[in-house]
Nanobody, 125 residues
Framework: EVQLQASGGGLVQTGGSLRLSCRAS????????IGWFRQAPGKEREGVSC????????FYVDSVKGRFTIFRDNVKNTMYLQMNSLKPEDTGVYYC??????????????????WGKGTQVTVSS
C-alpha cells in the first residue's frame, strides 16, 4: 500500500523557519518525482517545489525561490522542504506528492499520482 506521511507543520512568526518531512512507503521511492504543494483557504492547490525523475531538476514557484529548499533522502525514503524567511502568504496546508511518469515538469498537481494528507503551516504577522 502506497503511503505518504507528512509532518513538520505548525505555527511560526514571520521570518521563522520550518522543515516539512514526508516519509514514503509502498513503492520504489527513488524512481519517483517528488513535490510539495500547498493550498490556502479559498485558493487552488499550487505547486511549491519539486524534483523531477527525468534528470533530477529542481523547480520552485517564484514566490519561494531563495527561501525554500527541497531535498530527498532515498535511503530513508523521505522528502523534505526546508522553509526559511516565512511570510504570512506562505500559510496553507502543505501536501507532499509523488509521480511515476518521467517528465521534465513536476509542479502541476494534476501530474502527481500519490498524495499525503497534508500538514498545516500558519505564519503569523
Amino acid at each position: 500500500e502506497v503511503q505518504l506521511q507528512a509532518s513538520g507543520g505548525g505555527l511560526v512568526q514571520t521570518g521563522g523557519s520550518l522543515r516539512l518531512s514526508c516519509r514514503a512507503s509502498g513503492f520504489t521511492f527513488e524512481d519517483y518525482a517528488i513535490g510539495w504543494f500547498r493550498q490556502a483557504p479559498g485558493k487552488e492547490r499550487e505547486g511549491v517545489s519539486c524534483i523531477n525523475n527525468s534528470d533530477g531538476a529542481i523547480f520552485y514557484v517564484d514566490s519561494v525561490k531563495g527561501r525554500f529548499t527541497i531535498f530527498r533522502d532515498n535511503v530513508k525514503n523521505t522528502m523534505y522542504l526546508q522553509m526559511n524567511s516565512l511570510k504570512p502568504e506562505d500559510t496553507g496546508v502543505y501536501y507532499c506528492a509523488t509521480a511515476a511518469l518521467r517528465s521534465n515538469w513536476c509542479l502541476s498537481p494534476s501530474g502527481m499520482d500519490y498524495w499525503g494528507k497534508g500538514t498545516q503551516v500558519t505564519v503569523s504577522s
